[in-house]
């Protein structure tokens, strides 16, 4: 149930701080507060002043630091509690003022990998090549490889414990694609996450190479998010190529290190 409390602003008593340790307004004595301050048994860093003997600190700060939501309304003209919600600051925008807000787009995993499929085999298409079909261990050996780096934030061809690539799965004939991309980047470029790695990889001509082989009969998908070497929010992209004729019948777990 929503539990709101109303302090009202007249029983406020406002004091102006100019930088000093100590100030007298109002005839009360306001100093710095040099007391630790603890919650649930963690130290935390809050400003506070000491008047008559006792601690004060802001009430917003306070909501900020155990999470409650407390904000001005101006037109009740008291202070709003809500326990039960996230600090934002801010009161909630009534319907009248409401505007639409464009919502981020949000990545359909499963889609991306089955456009990313679909786009690879268009290439092959416009290279008179045969559609590379799907294989559901090369799937599962894509996503092993893409966790992998996505948890340990490395982008190689190497897996985390120093084996090659190739070593998710049983066979030595397999190739891999990789590439990581970031979601500013998408957001940039206007473009959906199996558009831009598909794009990228075309312009590489190793990465194309391995997308338009005729050696090449199946294909495997992965698709992990994790953060780059720069600390930016990204996707991690994995294709598995399985020569034509040949077999995988096992797949490594991620390997996490």
């Not at 002043?49 to 037109?75: A, H, S």
């Not at 786009?119 to 559609?131: D, P």
């Not at 966790?147 to 066979?171: F, I, L, Q, W």
């Not at 991309?181 to 470029?189: A, F, K």
């Amino acid at each position: 149930m929503k539990k709101s409390l109303y302090l009202i602003a007249g029983i406020l008593i406002g004091i102006t701080l100019f930088g000093g340790s100590s100030v007298l307004a109002a005839g009360i004595t306001a100093e710095r507060s040099t007391n630790r301050i603890y919650v649930n048994g963690q130290e935390v860093h809050l400003t506070a002043y000491n008047i008559n003997g006792n601690n004060y600190v802001m009430l917003r700060d306070v909501g900020k630091t155990v999470g409650f939501e407390v904000y001005w309304d101006g037109d009740a003209k008291c202070v709003q509690i809500e326990s039960e919600k996230p600090y934002t600051g801010e009161a909630p925008v009534t319907s009248a003022e409401a505007k639409p807000v464009e919502q981020p787009a949000q990545t359909d995993v499963a889609a991306a990998k089955q456009d990313i499929i679909d786009r690879t085999n268009a290439l092959r298409k416009e290279n008179g090549v045969a559609a590379l079909r799907v294989n559901d261990k090369l799937m599962q050996a894509a996503q092993v490889r893409a966790d992998e780096m996505a948890a340990s934030g490395v982008y190689s061809h190497t897996r985390p414990d120093g084996r090659k690539s190739n070593t998710v799965t049983d066979s030595k004939y397999t190739g891999e694609n990789l590439h990581n991309i970031s979601e500013l980047y998408l957001e940039q470029q206007h473009k959906t996450l199996s558009e831009a790695v598909v794009e990228l990889w075309s312009n590489s001509r190793a990465h194309a190479d391995n997308m338009t082989s005729s050696r090449y009969g199946e294909i495997g998908v992965g698709l992990a998010r994790g953060i780059d070497k720069d600390g930016f929010d990204c996707w991690y992209c994995v294709q598995v190529f399985l020569l034509d004729g040949c077999e995988v019948t096992w797949v490594d777990t991620p390997v996490m290190k």
